[in-house]
């Protein structure tokens, strides 16, 4: 019997056996993010010329992805016995690459139409990096927990491509960044270029998720970070094996940091509001709206190195903006409001890093000003309720939310923006300054993928 919406309209428990065919169809990393510390992305274009023999691959390939059945099984294994996993295989069609093999893509206008078409202000396509360029068909992933091992399986998958058909445009390469290990994160809490806690706020879509949450890592009664996976990823693939095949929709973008000017911006920005000794970091903190730590600023006013890193706040406690600036970061992309139109935007991100792993964070002589930064990567259900939502009209917009913001996201936002404003006094209104932050982070390219489930992969004709 078919598995219904109501099931996946909440939180599903993935130990009930019932749900196992659909989770065999389905693909990994969408329910949950695979854990493994480095990736090979390879962009693919199908020659027409030969479809039949892409076809060939990629039922090949469709056997050899990793499914959330399995992603989830490897994961406790890993957990209760401390047994690595193996690699990690993900891939994905565009609506070109559907087209191209005949099929009809699944439904959606943003879909159809590809990222570059769409109103993202977003840099022009000349400057985006050749292999993000429109004209993508598929996307391969390969994931471990080592170079070698990545490298090795990425080569054997992709060894007959050129013989049969398909053509590698171009590999972005991810490498996970962490800070030092502890007792509740053995593997280290996952950082960003900039040098700040990233990925702690995400919807949770499996019930064992959900109750580490609660008992674990601080409650969810100020935020509740439960979501039905049919709500905030799923959607069914029309071209299932099975009543049960689901797919999602993929978003990918790559985004450089220049994180010199960034780190100089937020020494100017200390400066401006005439910050002295510790209280200095507060001013990258209003830009992220965290602490490079984690420490979330509505709830501190200085870093507290809290393990686990806090995720159970809302914003209700501050309506003006007074701790934590509308425009940061964290705030902007996730308002935290109780309401379910709100949540209705959010998206499970599954994101890496890119650029040297092993770079010298406290070496300020020489941070980057090129060639590392973020593989953004987020599921949907609906791209255009989702990810175009958050992008357009969250982050780009200097009046989200409802007209009191003071700033586009000095992050993520894009375009020509008003100069954000900010205040000295934490927690006090007063000696409000306008003062520009923004531009150190280069959309590179990207496209609008869709994770076909797994039968349909298998068995491609």
């Known amino acids: 019997m078919p598995i219904s919406d109501t099931v996946l309209n909440q939180p599903i428990n993935w130990h009930d056996t019932d749900l196992w065919p659909f989770l065999d169809e389905l693909q990994g990393n969408i329910l949950k993010g695979h854990g493994r510390d480095h990736t090979l992305n390879h962009f693919l274009s199908f020659d027409v010329t030969m479809l039949g023999r892409v076809k060939a691959q990629i039922r090949a390939l469709g056997t050899q992805t990793t499914s959330a059945l399995r992603q989830l099984n490897e994961a406790e294994a890993f957990r209760k016995f401390d047994r690595p996993g193996g690699t990690n295989i993900f891939f994905f069609l565009t609506a070109s690459g559907y087209n191209k093999l005949g099929k009809t893509p699944p439904a ?45 399986a990425a080569a054997v998958l992709t060894a007959s491509f050129a013989a049969n058909g398909i053509h590698i445009l171009g590999t972005d390469a991810g490498h996970a960044l962490r800070s030092e290990p502890s007792i509740n994160e053995p593997k280290g809490r996952g950082i960003e270029h900039f040098g700040y806690v990233d990925g702690r706020s995400q919807p949770l879509m499996l019930t064992a998720d959900i109750q580490v949450e609660k008992v674990q890592n601080g409650g969810i009664d100020h935020w509740d970070p439960s979501f039905g996976p049919g709500q905030a990823a799923l959607v069914r693939d029309p071209l299932g094996t099975t009543p049960d095949s689901y797919g999602s929709f993929l978003i990918y973008r790559k985004l450089e940091q220049n994180v010199k000017k960034f780190k100089e911006r937020e020494s100017d920005l200390a400066d401006a509001l005439r910050l002295a000794d510790e209280d200095r970091e507060r001013a990258g903190a209003m830009v992220v709206g965290r602490f490079e730590d984690g420490t979330p600023l509505i709830l501190e006013k200085e870093a507290r190195d809290f393990n686990p890193t806090p995720n159970n706040f809302n ?36 994101g890496i890093p890119f650029g040297d792993p092993d770079r010298d964070f406290e070496d300020e002589e020489n941070l980057p000003e090129a060639g590392v930064g973020l593989l953004f990567m987020a599921y949907n259900q609906e791209i255009e309720r989702q990810f175009e939502v958050v992008q357009r009209f969250w982050a780009n917009d200097p009046a989200f939310p409802e007209g009191l913001a003071q700033g586009a996201d000095p992050i993520i936002g894009q375009g020509a923006q008003p100069d954000p404003v900010w205040r000295p006094e934490y927690g006090q209104p007063g ?31």
């Open 108 to 152: 959606g206008v943003a879909f159809a139409a590809g990222m570059a078409s769409r109103a993202l202000n977003d840099p022009s396509q000349s400057t985006w990096e050749a292999h993000l360029r429109p004209g993508i068909d598929a996307l391969l992933i390969v994931a471990d927990d080592s170079v070698a091992k990545v490298g090795n």
């Open 315 to 350: 914003y209700s406690g501050d309506p003006n903006g007074l701790k934590c600036p509308f425009h940061a970061h964290v705030r902007k992309i996730n308002p935290r409001a109780d309401s379910d139109e709100q949540r209705s935007h959010l998206m499970p991100r599954r």
């Open 431 to 461: 000696g409000e300054l306008p003062f520009a932050f923004g531009d150190f982070v280069t959309m590179k390219g990207g496209e609008y993928f869709f994770a076909s489930s797994r039968g349909f992969l298998k068995t491609l004709s």
